[in-house]
């Protein structure tokens, strides 16, 4: 049977500077800080792309100030550019956004009665209209957990 972990290099993690283990295409977790190593991360340090949230040097700001490694909204619309499939937690509510052609459409991930799906043209008109229960969600943006890219479930 193989060693497993021999497959993996041992490196410092490019946010925090903790010992990360590395596949051969350079892809880790880092477990103290929660960055995902990734060579098109670093090769764009302004962009959001997938799998990590906040942009390589959002991201070693962040850490910097001690502050966990959370989007804010423009990060996760920044995603959704990326990515067209995204999802976030509102008061124990899952919430799906996806871009479709021309339509970008925010709705509950398993639909219910109480929340009806919203259709906006633009990433722009969804960031100042999108909102939950007549609450904005730039305004309740903060109270958002696990914003990330959209996994099967």
């Known amino acids: 049977m193989s060693d497993y972990k021999a497959k993996f290099t041992v490196i410092p993690c490019a946010v925090c500077g903790q010992l990360v283990d590395v596949d051969n295409f350079g892809q880790g977790d880092c477990e103290h800080c929660g960055w995902h190593q990734s060579e098109t991360c670093l090769k764009n340090p302004d962009t959001v792309a997938y799998p990590n949230m906040v942009s390589y040097n959002k991201a070693k700001s ?26 976030f937690e509102y008061k124990g509510t899952l919430y799906a956004v996806c871009k479709h052609s021309n339509n970008i459409c925010f709705s509950e991930y398993f639909p219910s009665d109480s929340f009806e799906a919203q259709v906006y043209y633009t990433y722009e008109e969804f960031a100042e209209k999108a909102h939950i229960g007549g609450k904005l969600l730039k305004d309740i943006w903060e109270d958002v ?5 959209m996994i099967c479930r």
Do not use: C, T, V
């Not at 962040?62 to 067209?84: E, H, N, T, V, W």
């Not at 957990?145 to 890219?149: E, F, L, M, S």
């Open 145 to 149: 957990k696990n914003a990330d890219y």
């Open 62 to 87: 962040l850490y910097k100030q001690s502050l966990p490694l959370k989007p804010s909204l423009d990060d996760f619309i920044a995603g959704l550019r990326y990515y067209k499939e995204m999802e």
